[in-house]
């Protein structure tokens, strides 16, 4: 198999993985330098880079490596570990390199409006992919949105064909409650990586009480950016736009300050009976 165009079609189809290349070696090594290893999502690998106690460590490393989305450098000094004797390796000192390999991070936008319309600009330049949804074909076609590489005019089929992964983010600027609702209703039950969602506290809070009385649990909410976007005093749509890409390169470079503007919710207060009491 050509690792290569494996990687290729791991990126094309949204799923991530590591690879690992032996930078350096020193002594005797049962492999050379340059030697490869894919280990995709799933655990399972192609290509090798020596076998043994030296290829389970690295595969266990790249796992973390493809959660961090950061590369490692790993160096194992075999003639000095009695572990990795296991009559593959006579000694030596040998260093791997263990790189993610990524999709392009893709940002689905609900909704088609002037917010749609700059976001889809600044995150195009900050290496996104673009999709747009929204059932008014006035506001999601091409000339709107010349970057988008998908637009759907129909949110159920947008529910239908879009797939979100680890490489998702689900930004929620539709024209009304009704729909950020509908949007996030079946956003929060996705494997998105990200879901936002544009409003007031006040709607923010309307919505999940709305989601809550069908069905939802409040805990589902916890994974929502609401409101939307790191707070830097935006008013403007541009400067809304602004926000919301920080917070999304904030997201996807696993940056602590991103999760500050999650909103708490503890579920709706229960109600009260005739004594006055909850």
Known sequence: MDLFEEIVRMRQAGRRAALATIVHTNGSIPSYE???????????IAGTIGGGCVEAEVWAAAREVMQKESPRKMVFNLNHEASYDNGLICGGTLEVFVEPILPQPTVYLFGGGHVSTAVAKAASVAGFGIGVVDDREAFANAERFPMAQEIHTSYEDAF????????????????????????????????????????????VLSVYQALEIEGYRAEEFERVYAPMGLEVGALSPEEIAISVVAELVAVRRNVAIAAHKKLKYEGRPAPINSMGER
């Not at 340059?34 to 399972?44: A, H, I, P, Y």
């Not at 239908?160 to 009304?176: E, F, K």
């Open 34 to 44: 340059s030697s490869r290893m894919l280990v995709r999502e799933d655990g399972s």
């Open 160 to 203: 239908q064909t879009i797939h979100p992964n680890a490489s998702s983010y689900l930004v929620i600027v539709t024209r009304g409650h009704k729909e950020d609702m509908r949007v996030l209703a079946w956003a929060v039950r996705t494997e998105a990586r990200y879901v936002g969602m544009i409003g007031s506290k006040r709607k």
